[in-house]
């Protein structure tokens, strides 16, 4: 069995799903679904990464945002009430911050009964659980992400993964996809650290937004092509369950230290899926924000915050309270190995 059949089949195996396919990150999955499955309408929270809204739009369907808790930044059921439901409906679920889409259940059964397909982005969250059953497994589709700082790490890569039907048409939707000729895996990393720069605050929204429109341009993130993966870091998605255990010790750990460095600061609590990513600092006194902020970035630590720009960008001045809520007090600090060393040697 080649690598990539044995990989996938190691997935459908572990999420116990009809079909999954590997693709060379999530957005390419998730476009790769939107144009394969003739979707037309998208409904997503505004709370989410760019990259989503992106791969909706250039796939040919039109883009509906809902507001989130601002408790969380995460979709509840009540933000669906009066949404425009038209024949080929999506409605994209995300699991962020090591939590569960808020009133999960509900928003599936909404979305049976209103006859909308839900996609669930399981990127942040790869072998995460929901009242045991494995995240990725209550919608028709689920899209993963395999890049650089995921619970699994290959540097590159994502998968579409489908509960309801085989995957073929959406496979040759991806065949059609170009291919990177050359030194493959090398162009691969200069556009991974071009693309994944996006997600850092220490980046301003004109930034964000020419970067948005290269991207659009070139469209090199839609690529079919997963060589990195085994390049990258081997076939292993056997560990998961440890991985996703280590990840959780490393969260906690970071946690504890911010708690120590940052006193009146509220640094959430564990996860609820068991796949930490980012620990969410909430900072409601926005005069101390810059300066934890700046203390962060200055050490070095990669803080994100620019989930908050997909708003602005998609949507210039429509408001979704929930999430300015949300996005101002909060701040992220990216789960990477080298984020501990740092922090350790700080304190
Ligand atoms: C929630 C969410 N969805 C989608 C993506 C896009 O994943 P990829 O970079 O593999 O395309 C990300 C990436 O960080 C993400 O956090």
Request: hydrophobic share 40%.
């Amino acid at each position: 069995m080649c690598w990539q059949t044995e990989a996938e089949s190691r997935i459908r195996e572990i999420l116990d799903c009809r079909d999954v396919c590997l693709t060379s990150n999530a957005t390419t999955a998730l476009f790769a679904l939107i144009k394969g499955d003739g979707i037309k309408r998208v409904i997503l929270p505004v709370n989410i990464c760019f990259s989503v809204p992106f791969a909706v739009r250039t796939g040919g369907a039109e883009v509906e945002f809902v507001d989130v808790n601002p408790e969380n930044g995460l979709m509840d059921v009540c933000h669906l009430q009066n949404t425009v439901i038209d024949a080929k409906t999506a409605l994209i679920v995300p699991h962020l911050y090591g939590k569960t889409a808020n009133t999960f259940e509900e928003i599936i059964t909404w979305a049976e009964e209103n006859n909308v397909m839900v996609v669930e982005d399981i990127a942040q969250c790869f072998g995460g659980h929901f009242r045991s059953e494995y995240l990725g497994s209550f919608g028709a589709f689920a899209i993963a992400s395999f890049g650089k700082g995921k619970n699994i790490d290959f540097g590159f890569g994502g998968a579409l993964i489908s509960n309801r039907s085989s995957l073929g048409k959406i496979r040759a939707e991806l065949q059609s996809l170009p291919r990177l000729s050359g030194n493959s895996l090398e162009e691969k990393e200069r556009l991974e650290r071009t693309y994944t720069r996006g997600h850092y605050h220490n980046q301003s929204l004109v930034w964000f937004q020419q970067f948005y429109r290269r991207l659009q341009k070139t469209r090199t993130v839609f690529l079919n092509d997963i060589s990195g993966f085994p390049l990258n870091g081997g076939v292993d998605f056997h560990g998961i369950e440890k991985r996703n255990s280590e990840r959780h010790d490393l969260g906690a750990k970071i946690r504890g230290l911010l708690k120590q460095r940052f006193e009146n600061i509220y640094v959430e609590e564990a996860p609820d899926t068991g796949v930490w990513w980012r620990v969410r600092l909430v900072i409601p006194d926005l005069t101390r924000h810059d300066l934890v902020l700046s203390t962060l970035i200055q050490k070095g630590i990669k803080v994100s915050k620019l989930y908050g720009a997909v708003t602005r960008l998609f949507n210039g001045d429509e408001q979704y309270p929930g999430h300015e809520k949300f996005y101002r007090e909060s701040l992220f600090v990216d789960i990477i190995e080298e984020n501990l060393d740092r922090l350790v040697r700080w304190n």
